[in-house]
């Protein structure tokens, strides 16, 4: 079956941790999302790749990092910088052009210890 | 500011009623989307809008583009519509997505 994989579905960081997120995509998409999702707020961009070993800052990149080094894998680095890591990570993917619809993964809830 | 507004924020409806969330945006857009989020927390697309009214069985998307303003109306609710409703646009200058901060709607048997 064709779709977008996040892992793992919970994460714990301790303070001063770097942590990694997984998303994987077999759809054969261009473009991969990163959101960040927090209770009463609209998903919020993070990162977002066109195109291999190309990605772009969203609205609220710093304290995370991205690679793109295959089509299929998108990874998202939480850093020690994020002082407010505690959110619902949601990944997803596109074909690339105008108005094609985003699929999602099932996400990460990411929780600081 | 929000480039995009939904309301109500939450609902509470009665199986069998008539249900419209509203979406206002106020950024130029190449397409509007409806998004259902389910307890679990994973989103999928239900519409895709760039102009006129789409229908999906009990779901209908409508779009004035003049007014920047959509709605999504579901006939006959059932309770398991209950999710959350999030209305997303494209914006036209680039290939980032906005997205409002959604709809809890409950539907009571």
């Known amino acids: 079956d064709g779709g977008i994989t996040q892992s793992p579905k919970y994460l714990f960081r301790k303070e001063g941790q770097n942590v990694t997120l997984s998303c994987e995509q077999n759809?054969?998409?261009?473009?991969m999302y990163w959101y960040r999702q927090d209770p009463g707020q609209g998903l919020r961009l993070i990162y977002y790749?066109?195109?291999?070993?190309?990605?772009q800052k969203g609205d609220i990149a710093e304290g995370y990092s991205v690679s793109r080094e295959k089509k299929e894998s998108f990874p998202l680095t939480v850093t020690s910088a994020q002082k407010n890591p505690t959110a619902f990570y949601l990944c997803?993917?596109?074909?690339?052009?105008?108005?094609?619809?985003?699929?999602f993964g099932p996400g990460t809830r990411l929780l600081v210890l | 500011k929000n480039e995009v507004e939904q309301s109500p924020q939450n609902l509470t409806a009665q199986e069998g009623e008539f249900i419209t969330i509203n979406c206002s945006y106020s950024?130029?857009?190449?397409?509007l989307h409806w998004l259902q989020q389910h307890p679990g927390g994973g989103i999928v697309s239900l519409f895709m809008?760039?102009?006129g009214k789409k229908k999906h069985g009990r779901l209908i998307a409508t779009i004035n583009i003049q007014e920047k303003h959509s709605s999504l109306h579901i006939t006959a609710s059932h309770p398991r519509d209950s999710a959350v409703y999030i209305c997303?646009?494209?914006?036209?200058?680039?290939?980032?997505?906005?997205f409002g901060t959604g709809t809890s709607l409950t539907v009571i048997p």
């Open positions: 790749s066109q195109i291999v070993n190309d990605f």
């Open positions: 997803a993917s596109k074909i690339q052009g105008a108005g094609e619809t985003q699929y």
């Open positions: 997303a646009v494209r914006v036209n200058t680039g290939n980032q997505f906005y």
């Open positions: 950024v130029g857009i190449s397409a």
């Open positions: 759809l054969n998409h261009d473009a």
């Open positions: 809008l760039s102009s």
